[in-house]
């Protein structure tokens, strides 16, 4: 099969990656498919099965850990599972696109072991810690415990951030799109 490139996003939820991921993907230049993970938690809000994420029950997601069908998988919160199945870059690649990931820093680093020179992993930096609170807040999809629980883990999260290729800091988000553009535009070109 003819290998795509590999473009990972990793941040803190509520960092504006999923608000890049979403720019990126319309940016036909990029030539870029969503991996879809398979998650084990509820959709929230307009969330589609298919789209969004595969939503499965965490037994079927076990099932498929037992099965070694991911590529990597995370408890990113405890019982949320979270994970890239193989079958999904397979499906990408075949289509003769770039895979562009949305997901947590620990999943983030292991893609890039595993395909080191195919992957560009980006981690994108918010403003600070408040600042997350207050994104968080305002998203208001999720319950104050799940926020706490967000917010708790992203301290850990940041300081993963040297580990990766490049550090996009989003502090005013029509900059941080012009800046993720070029980068994946001059990764892909190589
Ligand atoms: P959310 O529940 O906000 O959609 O996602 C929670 C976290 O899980 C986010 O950091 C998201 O990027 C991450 N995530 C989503 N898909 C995957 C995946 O396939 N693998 C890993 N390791 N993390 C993921």
Same mark, same amino acid.
């Given at each position: ?20 991921? #979403? &720019?990126?993907?319309?940016? @036909?230049? *990029? ?12 959709? !929230? ?66 893609? #890039? &072991?595993?395909?080191?020179? @195919?992957? *560009? ?12 609170? !207050? ?56």
């Amino acid at each position: 099969m003819n290998k795509g490139k590999l473009i990972v996003f990793s941040a803190p939820s509520g960092s504006g990656k999923t608000t890049i991921v #979403k &720019h990126l993907l319309g940016q @036909e230049d *990029l030539n870029l498919e969503f991996s879809i993970s398979a998650a084990s938690r509820a959709p !929230r809000g307009e969330e589609v099965h298919g789209k969004d994420y595969y939503f499965i029950s965490l037994e079927e997601f076990k099932k498929h850990i037992k099965a070694e069908d991911f590529l990597e998988w995370e408890e990113v919160y405890r019982d949320n599972f979270y994970g890239t199945l193989k079958s999904e870059i397979e499906r990408i690649w075949a289509l003769g696109k770039n895979v562009i990931f949305d997901i947590d820093v620990v999943g983030g680093l292991r893609i #890039k &072991h595993k395909f080191p020179e @195919e992957t *560009l992993a980006v981690f994108v930096k918010p403003p600070s810690v408040d600042e997350l609170k !207050r994104r968080l807040k305002q998203r208001s999809t999720e319950s104050e415990d799940k926020i706490n629980m967000r917010i708790a883990k992203a301290s850990v999260e940041l300081a993963t951030a040297p580990q990766f290729d490049v550090i996009i800091k989003n502090y005013d988000l029509e900059v941080a799109l012009e800046e993720a553009h070029q980068l994946v535009k001059d990764f892909i070109s190589k």
